[in-house]
């Protein structure tokens, strides 16, 4: 099935660990995000990529960095978590007319 | 730089009432709009997107939203809800022609529904 995959589904994390949130899509999309989603703030951008081998900084990127290696996979990693990382977190992809597409989300907890 | 506003964090809506969730966005130019509906611990399912053209647009599960450039509002509506509306609805908008900078979306209208 067509689709975006994301890994773990959840995760409990302590502080000071390094963690990378795996996505992956299927569907051959140029364009890949990274968000995170808190109670009473939507969905923020964390990271983006419009093409394998290119990254940018969307509105919350400090403490996150990421990786496009190739076109399917977009891994988000945290080089040292901190409890104010606790949310839940959604990987999409977009298709040339700009309609995006999510993936299930991992929810990130950090102690 | 682009922002959404949601005005209602909670709305309570009787079961077979009628439903408005409102959304207006601050953009320089028409942006592309997007509604999304997240169940709780789900993931987001888009219900409709305008991107040009008829201003009334018809999504799934029997929910329209209407476009008013005048008002730079993009308002979503159902005539009769469904217990199983029940969700977080976000509206979120996108330079118009694409752009790969993501979505920006609205906080969120968490819909209650009474039996």
């Known amino acids: 099935i067509a689709g975006i995959t994301q890994a773990p589904t959840s995760q409990i994390l302590a502080a000071g660990r390094r963690m990378t949130l795996r996505c992956t899509q299927d569907?051959?999309?140029?364009?890949m995000y990274w968000y995170r989603q808190d109670l009473g703030l939507g969905l923020r951008l964390i990271h983006y990529s419009n093409t394998a081998g290119t990254t940018g900084k969307g509105e919350v990127p400090d403490g996150y960095s990421v990786s496009r290696a190739n076109t399917d996979d977009f891994p988000l990693t945290l080089a040292s978590a901190v409890p104010s990382q606790t949310s839940v977190y959604f990987c999409?992809?977009?298709?040339?007319?700009?309609?995006?597409?999510f993936g299930p989300g991992t929810r990130l907890t950090v102690l | 730089a682009q922002s959404v506003t949601q005005p209602d964090i909670h709305i309570t809506v009787s079961e077979g009432a009628s439903l408005e969730l409102r959304c207006n966005y601050s953009y320089g130019a028409t942006p592309y709009l997007f509604w999304y509906v997240q169940s709780p611990g789900q993931g987001l399912q888009l219900l409709l997107k305008y991107f040009s053209g008829d201003t009334l647009v018809q999504g799934i599960k029997g929910f329209e939203a209407e476009f008013k450039r005048s008002q730079s509002s993009f308002n979503l509506r159902k005539p009769s809800v469904h217990w199983s509306d029940a969700a977080e609805y976000f509206c979120?908008?996108?330079?118009?022609?694409?752009?790969?900078?993501?979505?920006?979306f609205g906080k969120g209208t968490h819909l209650i529904i009474q039996p």
């Open positions: 979120a908008v996108l330079p118009a022609g694409g752009g790969a900078d993501g979505l920006t």
């Open positions: 569907m051959r999309h140029n364009a």
């Open positions: 999409a992809s977009s298709d040339l007319s700009g309609l995006q597409f």
